[in-house]
């Protein structure tokens, strides 16, 4: 009998993927990736500056599955989604190619779990109010990712696009939402940066004590949302330390000397396994540095493959040639 692969589309994602799931399976991958349960390799990069983008591969082993992630970035893209992804999911054992599926909503929802979960051990217990700078399709799951850990009063929003702040408010009716400015935004208890920029947009003045930041939108070489001066009178996490160096919010600091390594408090696989705590007072900044893990991708992908299983969802098609598993 030949086996058959999954083929998994966007839609079918939509409907199996709930926030609340990714969230538990992305916080275990965390845990799993801090004691030696999971493998990452490096991310390498396809740089293409002559078209303003790039092509990432991520590679990732979470328990008997293996993964392979080919993403884009494409910030000035006008055709289609700045961010693409296929995923590759694998079984370890035999190496048989078990599902193909979109990764462009997994990387959404994989993205904004990982701020849910970093926000859950780092930001104050009573935080009532998310700051979001940048209202592209990142920080959609962004909101529904910290809406499900805190009860949330305000959600307050900016974007140099007006019509990103109008879809914003349309796609969530049902929640207390403000567009304003950059610094009204970081006035929020919680605040998610999700832009494309290479130059600070939140100040350092804007900061009050006791607030939460998760750092997403820096991810490659050069990038930085956050005043460094943020970063340096900061509990700093990351996702982790490697990639985050090279090209995470904390990679321009790190660089330019405004810190130095020793200043990164823990990765945040750490903080999940109990080793360290996010948070030591009420009054002390904290910063996630999220770049995206191969392991989150991993997680999701499996999440995925067996609800797509389980409910009927999905493609089944012949990708191996049976004479070669005959």
């Known amino acids: 009998m030949v086996e058959e692969t999954l083929v998994i589309g966007y839609n079918d994602i939509s409907d199996l993927l709930e926030i609340s799931m990714v969230i538990d399976a992305v916080e275990d ?27 990432r591969a991520m590679p ?11 993403v884009n970035s494409h910030p000035l893209n006008k055709k289609h989604p700045t961010v693409m992804a296929v995923v ?43 700051g979001l700078a940048g209202c592209g399709v990142q920080a959609h799951t962004q909101l ?11 959600i307050r929003i900016s974007d140099i696009s007006r019509a990103k702040v109008e879809e914003f408010v349309e796609t969530f009716p ?31 003045e804007w900061i009050r ?9 820096a991810d490659a070489p050069g ?21 985050a160096s090279n090209g995470g919010e904390i990679n321009v600091p790190l660089k330019s000397g ?30 996630f540095d999220s770049t995206g893990l191969g392991i989150q991708d991993a997680a999701c992908a499996e999440l995925i493959y067996n609800l797509a299983k389980k409910r009927g969802r999905g493609t089944w098609m012949e990708f191996v040639h049976p004479a070669a598993v005959a």
């Open 29 to 55: 991958a965390f845990r799993a990736f801090y004691q030696g349960d999971a493998k990452m390799p490096s991310k390498v990069y396809l740089d293409l500056p002559e078209f303003s983008g790039d092509f």
């Open 60 to 70: 990732a082993r979470l328990g008997d599955y293996a993964t392979l992630k080919w």
């Open 88 to 130: 590759i999911l694998n079984d370890c054992r035999t190496g048989f190619p078990l599902a193909l599926m979109d990764g462009t909503l997994l990387t959404m929802y994989r993205t904004g779990a990982a701020a849910g979960v970093a926000s859950k051990y780092m930001a104050r217990k009573d935080s009532s109010t998310l």
């Open 144 to 154: 529904l990712a910290i809406s499900h850990v805190f009860d949330l009063d305000q």
């Open 174 to 204: 049902t929640y207390n939402i403000e567009p304003t400015s950059l610094e009204e935004v970081s006035a929020c208890d919680i605040i998610s940066t999700t832009t494309p920029v290479r130059d600070p947009i939140i100040a350092r």
């Open 209 to 217: 004590e006791g607030v939460h930041i998760n750092a997403v939108g």
């Open 223 to 243: 990038k930085e949302e956050l005043d460094p001066r943020i970063i340096r009178d900061a509990r700093v996490v990351v996702d982790e330390i490697e990639q």
């Open 258 to 287: 405004v810190i130095t390594p020793d200043h990164i408090w823990a990765e945040l696989g750490e903080v999940v396994a109990g080793k360290k705590a996010g948070r030591i007072n009420d009054d002390e900044i904290t910063v």
